[in-house]
């Protein structure tokens, strides 16, 4: 969906009007008649957008402003003030009240609809960008892949690089990395309406290769409490803590998996050349697109390429080319999941770890060799 957005104002005329002209795009609106209930519901709802209208009694919009600012867990929230004091100076102290935008009444269906897409655009261009690794099915190497693609975009690119374990109940990428069991993403739950840098920070762990870690909770943990939405509001508060949040999680079609399918930017999805997974990609592939509007970047991935179903031909039947061909190395993978050094510190050299840099750099364009009429999906 585009996105959930609160509306505060103490005027039901303009909040019907400011409904009717956002609804039809798909966003989810949320309503408050004053500040107080808007403050409220900002922390209770965590809105992509808050719309606050200036002239309220008791509390005006610049001071809700100033709050939801002050405010742990909604403060990097966008603002949108919309008011009929359409003064430089009201826009002024709108902005140094910590405004994003500042609109006037009244406003064109056009004029704020162009705001609403520009603002939430450059916010989620600001945070961290979300690759969630999917396999078509389970026994594809998505662990593998996921763990060894946040390796190599910290070394590709030098920038802060958190890797979760999203996978319920059959995450393993604390044996993967070698990183002891302790606290995972499950004991951050009881804190979702106040998460912040410092209460993230008291669970991730961090690797040897600089990659930070937020593992899954373990077997002997009770997860049948656990909000379904959970892990995804986990997920956009990590944005602001890092330039790329990796994923390793569950199939599309797994239960669990269609909230993180709407806060990734980017879906890498894993398969294995063999029937049982081409038969299962072309439902992938819809599930993974349907759940955004826009929908994410979708790249396929082709694990243990050459062990069995041409590449080519795989491409042919999906009517859509490999971002990367990952080669079989089962013996050198093997060894390395068992030592808990991901292959691509252990054998930097491999085929493998080469493909997998090449990978990384497609979402590190200004790594990436510019080449005339490029493509982002890398030929073989």
């Known amino acids: 969906m585009p996105g959930k957005i609160l509306l505060i104002d103490d005027d039901p005329d303009s909040v019907r009007l400011l409904s009717l002209m956002l609804s039809p795009e798909g966003y989810q609106i949320v309503t408050a008649r004053n500040g107080q209930e808007g403050l409220r519901l900002a922390v209770q709802e965590r809105p992509d957008l808050i719309i606050i209208d200036v002239m309220m009694p008791d509390m005006d919009g610049f001071e809700v402003c100033r709050r939801v600012r002050q405010t742990v867990g909604i403060s990097d929230t966008p603002i949108l003030m919309l ?4 003064r430089v100076d009201d826009k002024i102290e709108g902005l140094r009240a910590g405004a994003t935008d500042y609109l006037a009444k009244p406003a064109s269906r056009k004029d704020l609809l162009a705001r609403v897409e520009a603002i939430l655009q450059t916010h989620r261009e600001q945070g961290a ?49 070698n990183i002891p069991a ?32 937020l593992l899954a909770p373990g077997p002997q943990e009770d997860t049948d409490g656990i909000p ?29 998996s269609a909230p993180l399918l709407e806060v990734a930017d ?28 826009p929908p994410p970047e979708v790249y396929l991935v082709l694990n243990r390429a050459g062990s069995g179903l041409a590449a080519s031909a795989i491409e042919t039947q999906l009517q859509q080319k490999f971002a990367v061909q990952l080669p079989e190395e089962e013996e050198a ?48």
Do not use: C
Not at 83 to 86: E, F, G, W
Not at 184 to 213: C, F, I, K, M, R
Not at 277 to 289: H, K, N, Q, V
Not at 343 to 356: K, Q, Y
């Open 182 to 213: 302790g606290r995972s993403w499950a004991d951050l739950v009881p804190y979702l309406n106040e998460l912040d840098s410092d209460v993230l920070n008291t669970v991730l762990a961090t690797h040897a290769s600089g990659v930070q870690v």
């Open 129 to 177: 960008k979300v690759i969630a690794v999917m396999g078509v099915r389970p026994g594809v190497g998505t662990t593998t892949v996921a763990a060894n693609l946040a390796i190599a975009l910290h070394a590709t690119s030098s920038k802060r690089v958190i890797v979760v374990d999203a996978r319920l109940p059959f995450g393993d990428l604390d044996l993967l990395l």
């Open 333 to 380: 993978a093997t060894v390395a999941a068992n030592r808990g050094i991901p292959l691509i510190m252990s054998r930097p050299n491999s085929s493998l770890s080469r493909e997998m840099r090449n990978f990384a750099k497609i979402f590190a364009p200004a790594l990436r060799e510019a080449k005339p009429g490029g493509t982002r999906f890398l030929g073989r």
């Open 83 to 86: 008011s009929a004091r359409a």
């Open 266 to 293: 980017i879906i890498a999805l894993v398969l294995t050349p063999d029937l049982p997974s081409l038969s299962l990609t072309p439902l992938a592939l819809d599930l993974a697109r349907a759940k955004r509007t």
């Open 228 to 256: 379904e939405n959970a892990l995804a509001t986990i997920v956009t508060r990590l944005r602001s803590m890092a330039d790329y949040v990796v994923l390793d999680a569950s199939p599309p079609d797994w239960e669990g």
